[in-house]
């Protein structure tokens, strides 16, 4: 059980869910569902009975370091401040040399902070799990969860049948991944039984994962190499301002899960969802008569149907004739938009970003 | 010219443009239209060449007083304080009474603080026009707007078209006055081209104003003459407040235009309207290649049609996808409602009054 380590991913910007999710307050940083905690201090409670709570480490951007003490009121030595967003791969090159330093048996499991699941009580059990056998295999495990619709704003790995763990239940051998698919691929998959989302959630052990960076990113897994003891010394800061400065943007994923031989998905159903889009959002919130989810705010609502409103608290609105809007009123933006269109929301941001000068990010 | 007084009428409350239109701050005081003018700063320069400008007087809530004040930098003796809410026939009585006390030979114009006039120039002209015929005839002029649509929310003034007044182009004498007529009772009034919308300008000697106080309002009449010593004094105050709590609520055109004989009508048409709703708002302002009136605000607008949008300054909205809705975010208060059904604003204000306890009025 001391061997156990948590590396929670909160490095994200939450784009889509402006202006809700702003620079200074990404998304992982809020209430975004109304259940009266943050993202990330859902994911950080649902994780800590899984390890000694100091074996807990969050990385994020540098900026949004004090935030994350503030929110999780955990031990600032264990926050990781990345210099620039780098996506997943360096993010846990960094967590994972960090944890070498000070264990170098650790098994690790690594999540994003801005997820959600549901069903946490099934999650511990296919978590303890999935460390069991991670403890003793060189093998690379990713949460595999079992899709209820063709998505196409998910990554889907496929399982090989063929190939069950013995001992544990539903673990099985991948055998591909694929990227977003398009609507027509995704129905497929569905169809086939044999395929699961990708939840971006794994576990394995240090030395397993060392060797598929030294392996599959061998550049990469050189540079932070080379800094192995400046981990937890006073050097580490600068250290990591450098080596990031020098790493590729790429995700773990890419990087290693799609061209490792040792990947194994343990397929479930934990009522996950990544949280992604607005709409995804909408089906984990409680809604009134009409279908109209009030996330927030104190609403007036007349003639509305199926809307998500999003009001800031202390302002009331009073809103009529709406369906299928999203309605979102943060302190200085104010955004109206179909939830049909919502993927153009990055691109509206894009605009205001180049007519304001980036005031309102 | 130095008989010549204005008496501007600031009492209203605009319920039907919250929550832009606030208890403490209602339409008159607010820069409606987007001009850098509010609406009682428009109206006192419309009328300041008219009269010497210490002739002007306004009347309103005595809670109002200072913003007149502020916004007029007019002489705040010349700024009349209504304890109560008593509609105009009241208001009128009280204006007239205090510009006896300085001068009983004065004419009067009597303006709604409130109502938008576009061709000022030939507004000017008419004005002109009845206060050269009220100076020497005992004679009630209402301005007559000539329609251009059957509108439902206003009051119509049947001119007789045999009885033109020498000298005077355009100044009949008035045959009836029709409250609000619903709609084809409106289309026969327009079909018949005898008819004007009742502006709520007035214009008369003061003792005309008088008899017809005295003839038709008695109970009124009485009341304020008993202390017509009083104007102007320190007791004005008090005298006030005494009679206020007195007086019934009722409109001068109830009161006394419907029951006179000596009414005239001058039509004309000088691009008129009393800014009653959103939607007459929406005709007299500028709008972008959508329809899209934006009075105020920074929008970044998407596919959007015929809306009126009015956004806190300093706030950005990102609007998608939205015909024919008014969308109003003020500070506190965020209103979506499409434009066929603004006339349910004022039940709205009505249910967040009873959920709220006034917070948002």
Redesign the interface.
Known sequence: MDNRYIIIMAGGIGSRFW?LSRDEKPKQFLDIIGTGETLIQQTYRRFKDACPEGNIFVVTNADHKEIVIEQLGIDPSRVLGEPFRRNTAPCLAYGTFRILKENPDAIIAVTPADHLIVKEEKFNEVLQSCFDFAEGNDALITLGIKPDRPETGYGYIQADQKKPVKGHRNLLKVKTFTEKPDIDLAKVFIESGDFYWNSGIFIWNIKAILSAFEKHMPDMYTVFNEGRDLFGTKQEHSFIGKTYAECRSISIDYGIMEKAENVYVMCTDIGWSDLGTWSSLYEHSSVDKKGNSLIRG?I?S?ENERNIFN?SP?????????KD?I?V?S????????KE?EQ??KQ?LE??KN??KEK?L
């Open positions: 202006p104190e007036f007349y009001i202390g302002k009331i609105a009073v809103i009529q004739g709406l809007y309605v009123d302190d200085d933006v104010l955004l109206i938009v179909k269109e153009n929301i509206y605009d205001v007519a304001t309102f």
